[in-house]
């Protein structure tokens, strides 16, 4: 299993400017996403963030608006830029431990952001 | 791209059994999983099952699989109020890492 802890829990900001959310994980991993929950919608896949190379974006995110960092095994950074009410939403975390196929994704407790 | 769908809202008496349903449009999905999403918090997983698995108990969840048809569902005997939340289904996308989830299902337990 994985340990996930994400900081902030929620922030209330003002529209353009930028949030960087931390994730960390209690254990190496190999894959690690980053997942938006818009409100009361299901949650809808960002990016994955590699180790040691830039995110791989999916269709309709991009990355000037959603810079990733992975420096380590354990640790994910997602940065929501010039930041607009659209998007307040619920961010989250996701880490898949081991190499092998997928059987468990662990979720952090997400970001709640308010852009006002 | 892949299409996850699920009823919005199953509301059931304490002590009843629920059953929420899923359907997927991906036949190379490997896995696919059952989230549990309490108000303000993160997401659970519950149970999951392979996709040459016809059925899977743990407990008081049941998990059924037609892959033919592409439906999932989870049933939850002996439901509880503490069983109230959102229920997500999700697959591995083209048999990758990549979840895909369905629109969830509000479940309401009704003591």
């Known amino acids: 299993s994985a340990v996930i802890s994400q900081k902030p829990s929620r922030d209330i900001c003002q529209r353009g400017t930028s949030l960087t959310i931390q994730c960390q994980v209690d254990s190496q991993v190999t894959m690690m996403f980053w997942y938006r929950q818009q409100p009361g919608q299901s949650l809808t896949l960002i990016a994955t963030?590699?180790?040691?190379?830039?995110?791989?974006?999916e269709s309709g995110f991009v990355i000037d608006k959603f810079p990733i960092s992975r420096p380590n095994l354990t640790f994910s950074t997602l940065t929501v830029s010039n930041m607009s009410p659209e998007d307040s939403s619920i961010y989250l975390c996701?880490?898949?431990?081991?190499?092998?196929?997928?059987?468990?994704?662990?979720f952090g407790q997400g970001t709640r952001l308010t852009v006002v | 791209g892949e299409d996850v769908e699920q009823s919005l809202f199953l509301s059931v008496r304490e002590g009843d059994s629920s059953v929420i349903n899923c359907t997927y449009t991906d036949s190379s999905s490997t896995y696919l999983y059952w989230y549990k999403q309490e108000p303000g918090a993160g997401l659970q997983l519950l149970t999951y099952?392979?996709?040459?698995?016809d059925m899977k108990q743990d407990q008081r969840l049941t998990v059924l699989l037609n892959k033919k048809d592409k439906h999932l569902s989870l049933r939850i005997a002996d439901t509880q109020t503490g069983d109230s939340a959102i229920y997500f289904c999700?697959?591995?996308?083209?048999?990758?890492?990549?979840?895909?989830f369905g629109t969830g299902t509000l479940l309401a337990v009704q003591p």
């Open positions: 963030a590699n180790q040691g190379s830039e995110a791989t974006y």
């Open positions: 099952i392979f996709s040459n698995m």
């Open positions: 996701s880490v898949v431990p081991g190499t092998g196929p997928l059987t468990e994704a662990f």
């Open positions: 999700a697959d591995n996308w083209g048999a990758t890492n990549k979840l895909i």
